[in-house]
């Protein structure tokens, strides 16, 4: 599940530059307003940590692991690769 939940978040930040350009340079607020383009896979959950006009940032869980995987885009380290603990 480690790598579908890193692939989720790979995919979600693609979908949120989709969406940024899309919708006058602003990110998608949650999961929910990108149903259209992108979907976590069976048994993971996404949940955006923060969103402003500079950046985002989400973690993803999943059934049958006890790691969190975690994406940051517009700010701190590791930005923009998902990392796992």
């Keep these: 599940m480690i790598a579908a939940m ?3 978040l790979h995919n979600l930040a693609l979908a949120q530059e989709s969406y ?9 607020p949650d999961a929910a307003a990108l149903r259209a383009n992108w979907r976590s896979s069976d048994g993971v959950t ?3 940590d923060s969103v402003s006009t500079a950046g985002w940032s ?22 923009g690769a998902p990392v796992c603990q």
């Design 6 to 8: 890193q692939s989720d």
């Design 20 to 28: 940024f350009s899309e919708h006058q340079f602003q990110y998608a």
């Design 46 to 48: 996404i949940t955006f």
């Design 58 to 79: 989400a973690q993803a869980v999943a059934q049958g692991t006890t790691q969190t995987c975690r994406i940051r885009i517009g700010g701190g380290t590791q930005e």
